[in-house]
């Protein structure tokens, strides 16, 4: 019979995704996992299996825990504010009280190597994920409200797309929360109000 667990999984988990947050997939040893979760070698590997599975799970928390805005973002009515409500929460994560700066999936991703690349299929997998989901809603919402001129449901939402990603990065390198909310602010004057 398995012994049951020692520690708190939620707890745990958290720890280990703001490790992973910080330093990215790669630059996250084992032994930083370790101090950061409280845990020995054997009581990860015993309730992950191993640095990857762990980090799928954290990314998984991730998605629901911090990224929770974007569902409410893509059931605001009309494209514009479904742009502004999205830039809204990248703001609002990246510059959060309890939370690093950038993005976990874009930090996990920049610096994997070959040795890792079935890590960084899965988050480009992810980012491309969000792209297509952003195109199928503006294009449900395209009679609600208009989407920059000359650009197509599938135009706007790479280009969406692209600055959330580009919000993260310049997160991470230090940028500050006003130099982001004057993205956002300009960004959106090319959205025509409905």
Request: aromatic share 8%; charged share 20%; glycine share 6%.
């Amino acid at each position: 019979m398995a012994r049951p667990r020692e520690f708190d999984e939620d707890q745990v988990l958290e720890q280990a995704l703001l490790a992973f947050w910080k330093m990215g997939y790669e630059g996250t040893s084992l032994t930083t996992l370790l101090q950061a979760t409280g845990l020995t070698k054997s009581s990860l590997y015993g309730a992950f299996v191993n640095k990857e599975t762990l980090f799928h799970k954290v990314v998984e928390r991730y998605h629901q825990r911090y990224l929770s805005f974007r569902s409410a973002a893509l059931a605001e009515p009309t494209p514009r504010r479904v742009a502004e409500r999205l830039l809204q929460g990248t703001i609002e994560l990246h510059f959060g009280e309890h939370s690093p700066p950038g993005c976990l999936e874009l930090n996990g991703a920049l610096a994997c190597s070959r040795e890792n690349n079935s890590v960084r299929e899965t988050l480009a997998t992810n980012r491309n994920v969000t792209r297509q989901v952003l195109h199928t809603r503006f294009e449900q919402l395209k009679d609600q409200g208009p989407l920059p001129i000359g650009m197509s449901a599938d135009s706007a939402a790479n280009v969406l797309a692209t600055l959330i990603q580009g919000m993260a990065v310049q997160a991470k390198s230090g940028a500050t929360i006003d130099e982001m909310r004057d993205v956002m602010e300009s960004f959106l004057l090319s959205w025509p109000k409905a």
